[in-house]
T-cell receptor, first 112, second 116 residues
Framework: AQTVTQSQPEMSVQEAETVTLSCTYD???????LFWYKQPPSRQMILVIR??????QNATENRFSVNFQKAAKSFSLKISDSQLGDAAMYFC?????????FGAGTRLTVKP | NAGVTQTPKFQVLKTGQSMTLQCAQD?????MSWYRQDPGMGLRLIHY???????DQGEVPNGYNVSRSTTEDFPLRLLSAAPSQTSVYFC???????????????FGNGTRLTVT
């Protein structure tokens, strides 16, 4: 079975600084997709960024970018110029034709 | 533009009671799914559906039933609630064009269920 591991239960960053959240996954499939979701205290799940496994180019969305290392099965999220509104739980997720797996999450605190 | 609507937002049940969590989406998404979120464990897939009349089990299906009679609705049934089912439940849907799974999930706002 596929697994998704987020090894950092909590992270903190100073406002305007950069932080990287780690994610590794295990799968034997070749066709899959990876996502990062954000969950603020409101409990709403919000898509941050997505990556197709067949694409070598790392995805970027404004201040958010990923470092996708397919051979190492690693999918880290970099947040640049951190803002107070970035404070939330962040979940890494794996999706294939018959499965959807989430990591346990990383709680990000942003210090003013 | 409602998106994914879950009801109720909160529910308290006694052990052995039954109930149905409702989920409806107005985006004409083929794919719908249910998750439970427990502290320290992220979200785990309970059941999913790729279209009306088609359902399948996820990672933690025991104790839950689903059906998909229409594209819009995907209710989750607890036939005999147990304290271990205390959790936050999320419904999510997505587009499934050509069987490609890169479309992001659209989530409802969740239901907090407590079983005493």
């Amino acid at each position: 079975a596929q697994t998704v591991t987020q090894s950092q239960p909590e992270m903190s960053v100073q406002e305007a600084e950069t932080v990287t959240l780690s994610c590794t996954y295990d799968t034997s499939e070749s066709d899959y997709y990876l996502f990062w979701y954000k969950q603020p205290p409101s409990r709403q799940m919000i898509l941050v960024i997505r990556q197709e496994a067949y694409k070598q180019q790392n995805a970027t969305e404004n201040r958010f970018s990923v470092n996708f290392q397919k051979a190492a099965k690693s999918f880290s999220l970099k947040i640049s110029d951190s803002q107070l509104g970035d404070a939330a739980m962040y979940f890494c997720a794996y999706r294939s034709a018959d499965d959807m797996r989430f990591g346990a999450g990383t709680r990000l605190t942003v210090k003013p | 533009n409602a998106g994914v609507t879950q009801t109720p937002k909160f529910q308290v049940l006694k052990t052995g009671q039954s109930m149905t969590l409702q989920c409806a989406q107005d985006m004409n998404h083929e794919y719908m799914s249910w998750y439970r979120q427990d502290p320290g464990m992220g979200l785990r897939l309970i059941h999913y559906s790729v279209g009306a009349g088609i359902t399948d089990q996820g990672e933690v299906p025991n104790g839950y039933n689903v059906s998909r009679s229409t594209t819009e609705d995907f209710p989750l049934r607890l036939l005999s609630a147990a304290p271990s089912q205390t959790s936050v439940y999320f419904c999510a849907s997505s587009y499934l064009g050509g069987g490609v799974y890169n479309s992001p999930l659209h989530f409802g706002n969740g239901t907090r269920l407590t079983v005493t």
